[in-house]
């Protein structure tokens, strides 16, 4: 039955540990799931800034080479011929160097060409005959570097447009349509309000920091807040407030440019000029547009000149624009990427395509979405002590619910052989009792015979009950309220001599006391009762297993060093290997024990032990050739005397 309540402990037992495993398992899986979103949207947060950041950048610097392309007068891209039919007047017309012999390094080549014309021809202000060029005293290298240039750029523009819809038969079509939808800006008052309104605009988006900090939640904690703005909505919302920011910026930027080469005169005419005459010679211009060509990309601005339309253009090096826009960002994104964005020049479905330049710019940085928490840092965190705490638990409880157990199943034994002990005594207690109380034994003798038989009986009764309540004394910590007494080792081992040998007499044996003079007559200082329990017990236990060996048992005390050493030993079969870690155990009898092996409960070695210590010494077990030996060791507390 206790072997049935002990399956079921144990199978309820695990059953709970169990459920908490799997709560903290769950619940672990819950703070990882949390602790990786936290960890990404923070990294999506830091990469979405650092990409604000670079788009900034890009775009500043973009607006700054298409900003010095629209400053540039339109008469530096015209070419002699050009120039020869809509001037009035003959000017000498000598190469412009800036853009002849020290063009910006990302550009290919300027060119032009004139709208008014059936077929029109793709010209270049850089390009001209090699007789003309000498008479001016100009290099050729560069014409002829211009001149391959060129001719490079007419197979390109010749070539069959790429558009899906199949809209333009070449890609000087394409160029053409996108030029002429560019709308001229108009002239500005300087002195009015028009050049405020560009150059200062208010922004209606109130969605800045300062809102989102009174949108988070105030009273949470500073980790909330943080979570709340690293939140991806959060995040895109800022991502659209910045692009507009660097759109307004840019057109700001651009808008001046464009209208400051509008407010000065005409480079080419002369200071003596009326304002009706340079209203008639300053070409409208309008600010440059990028297209891509295949994968070449140039930039195209219309051009209005006393009435006849053309189109000037800039076929810019890709290489150079890509390296110089990467160099400005390298140390944010040292592998980030420019790829040509293709679908709109605007970028208004992203905000990582520039907005000056038809590029979309490719971080390349998946390493900080794809930053997760390791294991350690869930072991070093909170968790790691949770499950710390509930493993310390999960064991302790463990080792205390084997211990409550096998006490239960140690008690249950111990009231069970008690039950048998105390069975035989009262059985014979009754029978001989009713028998001479009732007159049926005559005979003196038998009389005595009964009579002896009772008084065996009680002192084994007596000696039962009193083991029982020296160790329920000492479960308490009652031993160490018992005085000490100060006397010869002489005294102490006569004291319960007489008793030791009436004990060993009763099972047919005969004790032997062997002690030297010298330790005879020294003196200790030792609690006497408790000793004279522990060797009752030891002498009572040789005289019931050892009664079929030897018939004596040895007493022999001496002092090693400060200690008193007394070792009671037998003669009998000893001990066997497979029982010796059990003796000192508690109730480590069950009642079928009981029944068939000698008188007890398995308590009086547990007891002894017990006692032993409570004095501060120790009750062992020692080996012998034949028979079994328990030494006491009690410390004497007297150090210097005989």
């Known amino acids: 039955m206790m072997g049935n309540r002990t399956w079921l402990i144990w199978l309820v037992a695990s059953a709970c540990s169990a459920v908490v495993l799997l709560a903290m398992s769950v619940v672990t899986l819950r703070f990882v799931e949390q602790s990786n979103d936290t960890v ?25 080479i298409v900003g010095t392309e629209d400053a540039r007068p339109a008469e530096e891209l015209f070419t002699k011929d050009y120039r020869d039919k809509v001037q009035s007047q003959a000017i000498d017309f000598v190469p412009v160097a800036s853009i002849y012999a020290k063009a910006p390094a990302y550009i290919n080549i300027y060119w032009s060409v004139d709208l008014g014309q059936k077929q029109p021809e793709v010209l270049s202000p850089q390009v001209y005959e090699e007789t003309y060029l000498v008479g001016h005293r100009v290099s050729l290298a560069a014409n002829h570097k211009y001149s391959k240039k060129l001719e490079r750029l007419n197979e390109l523009l010749r070539a069959p447009a790429g558009d899906k819809k199949g809209e333009f038969e070449s890609n000087l079509d394409l160029v053409c349509m996108t030029c002429l939808v560019l709308p001229f800006p108009k002239a500005l008052d300087v002195e009015g309000g028009d050049q405020a309104q560009v150059l200062v605009q208010k922004d209606d988006n109130n969605f800045s920091l300062d809102y989102l900090n009174k949108q988070a939640p105030t009273k949470q904690k500073n980790s909330k807040v943080v979570q709340y703005k690293n939140a991806p909505e959060v995040q895109q919302k800022i991502s659209k407030v910045e692009k507009s920011k660097r759109q307004k910026s840019v057109e700001r930027l651009a808008g001046n440019v464009v209208n400051y080469s509008q407010w000065n005169a005409n480079p080419l005419q002369s200071q003596s000029e009326s304002n009706a005459d340079r209203q008639v010679f ?8 990028p297209v891509w060509i295949e994968d070449e990309l140039v930039l195209v601005r219309r051009v209005r000149v006393m009435g006849r339309e053309m189109l000037q253009g800039i076929w810019l090096k890709k290489q150079e624009i890509v390296k110089q826009l990467l160099d400005e960002v390298s140390d944010l994104f040292p592998t ?19 907005l000056k330049l038809p590029f979309i710019l490719i971080p390349q940085q998946h390493s900080y979405s794809s930053v997760d928490v390791s294991a350690r840092d869930v072991v070093d965190g909170p968790i790691g002590f949770a499950w710390l705490g509930v493993g310390f638990a999960l064991v302790a409880g463990f080792f205390m619910l084997r211990g409550v157990i096998k006490m239960s199943e140690r008690r249950a034994a111990f009231v069970s052989s008690v039950t048998h002990e105390l069975r035989t005594p009262l059985t014979t207690f ?24 009772l008084r065996t009986e009680s002192e084994r009764l007596t000696h039962l009950v009193e083991n029982v309540l020296s160790y329920s004394q000492i479960e308490r910590g009652g031993v160490a309220s018992k005085k000490s ?43 006497t009762t408790t000793v004279e ?24 005390a001496e002092f090693h060093k400060h200690n008193l050493r007394i070792a009671v030993c037998d003669q009998g079969q000893g001990v066997c290997r497979g029982q010796r870690g059990r ?7 069950t009642s079928e024990q009981a029944a068939s092996t000698k008188p007890g409960v398995g308590l009086g070695l547990a007891l002894c032990r017990r006692l032993a210590r409570a004095m501060k010494g120790d009750l062992v077990y020692e080996k012998i050739d034949k028979g079994a030996c328990f030494v006491l060791k009690v410390p004497s507390n007297l150090k210097n005397n005989r």
């Not at 008793?499 to 010298?518: D, T």
């Not at 236990?541 to 018939?551: P, V």
């Open 430 to 453: 009754r029978l001989y009792s009713d028998m001479l109380s009732s007159g049926l034994v005559k005979e003196p003798i038998t009389q005595q015979k009964y009579l002896e038989t």
């Open 40 to 64: 990404r949207q923070g990294a999506d947060a830091y990469l979405e800034e650092r990409v604000r950041l670079a788009m900034w950048r890009l775009d500043t610097l973009a607006t700054s």
């Open 485 to 527: 007494e100060e006397l010869s080792l002489r005294d102490l081992i006569e004291r319960s001599t007489d008793r030791l040998e009436n004990r060993a007499l009763g099972a047919g044996m005969k004790l032997q006391v062997q002690m030297s003079e010298f330790d005879a007559a020294r003196r200790i200082l030792v609690n």
């Open 583 to 589: 003796l000192f155990k508690p109730f480590h009898k």
């Open 282 to 289: 300053t070409p409208e211009m309008t600010a440059f547009a």
């Open 533 to 556: 329990q522990i060797l009752f017990n030891l002498v009572d236990n040789a005289a019931k297993y050892a009664c079929d060996g030897g018939k004596v048992i040895s007493v022999t």
């Open 336 to 354: 980030a990427n420019l790829e040509p964005y293709l679908d709109k020049i605007d970028g208004s479905t992203t905000e990582n395509v520039m």
